[in-house]
């Protein structure tokens, strides 16, 4: 199965300054900017802030083909999300609003990138810690977000495997070739997933007191 490191960067080791960036400063600047993707109204500051991402990204020596594997994946529904708002609300909206989903990708991209997996998740724990008083858990809360930085790249990979299996017998336009492979192999993943997780005693809820 091919497909790591669909849709964010997988980490590159290294030593720029973003390597060194502390992770609350990193976590700070992807929510600031998902919170501008609401908040711009123009597209060329929109342009602006992506063209100063990737420059970031490329200066933290992660490459230009690790950006575009990141990007590439989400280029067909970005491509119909620009013609659908072309046609409802006009070029300048529909600009925007491709390059705001395109900085929110290459923003926390560069969050993966820059940052050890584990040390990732340590910071998430951080995060959730203030919440426990609430009765939120961190480490089942990490554990989840694991899980979906793990199970994402698999299943960007398995849809590729299957488009390039059915194109090579003449099925591409067959929906159902496409997207029942798809669907049995994802299931058969959480699956296993979940196995292997009760094996080890994670994810069963805690005994609640009677």
């Not at 700070?28 to 602006?48: E, K, M, N, Q, Y």
């Not at 990708?105 to 990732?120: E, F, G, M, N, Y």
Request: aromatic share 8%.
């Amino acid at each position: 199965m091919r497909g790591h490191g669909f849709l964010l960067a997988n980490y590159v080791p290294g030593n720029s300054l973003l390597h060194r960036t502390p992770l609350a400063l990193k976590f700070a600047l992807v929510f600031a900017c998902g919170l501008a993707s609401f908040i711009i109204v123009d597209w060329r500051i929109s342009a602006a802030v992506l063209a100063v991402l990737t420059g970031l990204f490329l200066a933290a020596g992660t490459g230009v083909k690790r950006l575009w594997g990141a990007v590439r994946p989400l280029a067909p529904v970005l491509l119909a999300i620009g013609l659908f708002q072309w046609w409802q609300l006009g070029g300048p909206t529909a600009t925007r609003i491709v390059l705001n989903i395109l900085v929110c990708v290459v923003a926390a991209s560069l969050l993966t990138a820059t940052t050890p997996i584990q040390r990732l998740l340590d910071g998430v724990v951080r995060a959730a810690s203030p919440f426990k008083r609430l009765g939120a858990d961190p480490e089942r809360f990490a554990l989840t977000i694991g899980i979906m930085l793990r199970s994402i790249p698999f299943i960007a990979g398995t849809f590729a495997d299957v488009r390039d299996s059915a194109r090579a017998r003449g099925l591409e336009r067959n929906p159902r070739a496409l997207v029942l492979p798809v669907f049995i192999t994802s299931v058969a993943y959480a699956r296993q997933t979940g196995e292997a997780l009760a094996a080890r005693g994670l994810g069963e809820a805690e005994d609640q007191p009677t």
